[in-house]
């Protein structure tokens, strides 16, 4: 009999988890990566989100499209990057890209653009919140979003932007140990020794 009372013990915090642990999953993430300048390459786009079409508009700008996005526009929300030291395209605020949500009656879009250039010059960072860019990745828009075809979710979208390459240590030691027998190599010419 203690034996039985002992085991019900051990299983309930089991049992407990395994009912919690079982519920929806309802959490799923967005993530841009653009790359350093010059490289060529297109951002890089990563999601969890099922259903979604990811769309490469061009070398700096990407998005996540859900459904087929032609209905009433319900809602916009988003952010402006900031990059330290750098005034942005609209001579003002400093904003180089921007990711945005829209929220449509029948789907969603969450567009990364880089050095935004929309028609006319109008920028639409006005109002927007802003975040200064980092080069690491930075959640810049996170909450519980009510999105059509997923219902109410639990939304993350990450940026990294303006990355600057950052040389690995073992090849500044090459380069050091280099310039080092190059000096060596150097006073032996130069001294005769």
């Known amino acids: ?28 993430f967005v993530s841009f990566i653009e790359p350093a300048d010059g490289t060529g390459t297109n951002v890089v786009v990563t ?9 490469l508009l061009n ?21 402006g990057l900031i990059q330290p030291g750098i005034v942005g395209e609209d001579g003002v605020s400093g904003v180089s890209d921007i ?5 449509l009656s029948d789907g969603f879009r969450v567009l990364f653009e880089s050095d935004p250039d929309f028609a006319g010059g109008v920028i639409p960072t006005q109002g927007l919140p802003q975040v200064t860019e980092t ?19 639990d939304l993350t ?21 280099g310039l080092l027998a190059l000096a060596y190599a150097g006073r032996r010419r130069l001294f005769g020794q």
């Open 59 to 79: 070398g700096e700008t990407a998005a996540v499209d859900v459904g087929p996005r032609s209905g009433t526009l319900l809602s916009v929300q988003g952010v």
């Open 99 to 103: 990711v945005l949500l829209q929220i």
């Open 157 to 177: 979208v990450t940026a990294q932007s303006d990355l600057t390459p950052v040389p690995e240590p073992m090849t500044m030691v090459l380069g050091g140990t």
């Open 1 to 28: 009999m203690r034996r039985t009372a002992n085991l019900r013990w051990l299983l309930a915090p089991v049992v407990l988890v395994g009912l919690v642990w079982t519920g929806t999953a309802s959490a799923y």
């Open 47 to 55: 999601t969890d989100i099922p259903g979604v079409s990811v769309d």
């Open 135 to 153: 080069g690491s990745p930075q959640v810049v828009l996170s909450g519980p979003f009510t999105l059509p075809g997923l219902g109410t979710i």
